[in-house]
């Protein structure tokens, strides 16, 4: 899916026992990973595979493939490979002739890799993506993968950090502006009714600028 460097293959492909040792599996996690047919670590890309300079806080991106034979996502399974995997990662999920994106925004914290919320592209035919060409160092690279992951728009100079955070606000707004519009549609008096329309029209220009 993504254009890489030779140099970052590693096609390790691994027994689920073998993973759920690692990862502790209990019978929630096993069970939840009823649909994997394969996982494979695909690429591993450092400052030597890509021939960067070491500076940044990314040390190294594990690409993982992990094939399905339903496009059930195991997102059990898969936050519990996560946790296991110290690094920064993301997740090529293939069912039939489909592929998608999934993963999460990791960060180094003082107890250790901390791991926030996962997001998706959809479900598409296989396209490759090209990494931005002044992109050279890993936090770049880990940037474009998440920008990737999120369906808005990185600003200019936004840390990925920020980025994540503001598309958290985003989601969160969506559903108070849905709980809103619901009140607004059945209620009855025209005072509250009118209040309810003033507090969603402040929601939706949050929205806007914040978008």
């Known amino acids: 899916m993504f254009e890489l460097s030779s140099k970052t293959q590693v096609n390790r492909k691994f027994k689920l026992t073998e993973l759920y040792k690692v990862m502790g599996a209990d019978k929630t996690v096993k069970a939840d990973a009823a649909n994997v047919l394969s996982v494979t670590l695909t690429n591993v890309l450092n400052n ?37 995997t110290n690094f920064h990662t993301v997740f090529i999920l ?61 600003r ?9 955070a503001r598309y958290g606000e985003v989601v969160k707004l969506k559903k108070e502006i849905e709980k809103l519009q619901r009140l607004v549609d059945t209620e009855k008096q025209p005072k509250r009714r009118f209040e309810l329309n003033d507090e969603l029209k402040q929601k939706k220009k949050e929205l806007e600028n914040l978008g």
């Open 156 to 164: 200019q100079g936004e840390s990925t950090k920020d980025f994540v």
């Open 94 to 154: 293939r069912c039939g002739s489909e592929s998608m994106l999934y993963g999460a925004f990791k960060e180094y914290g003082e107890k250790g890799m901390k791991v926030g919320k996962y997001c998706s592209t959809d479900w598409t035919a296989e396209k490759l993506i090209a990494f931005p060409l002044e992109v050279n160092s890993l936090d770049g690279i880990y940037a474009a993968i998440i920008e990737e992951l999120i369906p808005i728009t990185a």
């Open 48 to 84: 030597d595979t890509l021939n960067f300079s070491a500076k940044g806080e990314v040390k190294e991106i594990y690409l993982f493939e992990i094939v399905l034979d339903t496009k059930t996502v195991p997102s059990l399974f898969i936050s519990s490979l996560d946790k296991a």
